[in-house]
């Protein structure tokens, strides 16, 4: 994921979104709105590997 990159999400703002990478669930999230655009608000940790956490904070 990139600063600004563009995600098309099939959910509603009341919807549970699962953030995933390589079809592995990492975090649930709530969809939020912030000055006009779409944001994902994380609310709990789904999977704890620490290889692919520090994997996905170092970029």
């Known amino acids: 994921m990139e600063v600004g ?3 098309e999400l099939q959910a509603t703002p009341r919807s549970p979104v699962k953030l995933e ?15 006009g655009a779409y944001t994902l608000q994380v609310e ?3 999977y704890q590997n620490e290889n692919l956490l520090d994997d996905l904070l170092s970029r």
């Open 5 to 7: 990159q563009l995600i």
């Open 44 to 46: 709990d940790l789904i």
């Open 21 to 35: 990478c390589n079809k592995q669930p990492i975090f649930t999230c709530r969809l939020e709105r912030l000055d």
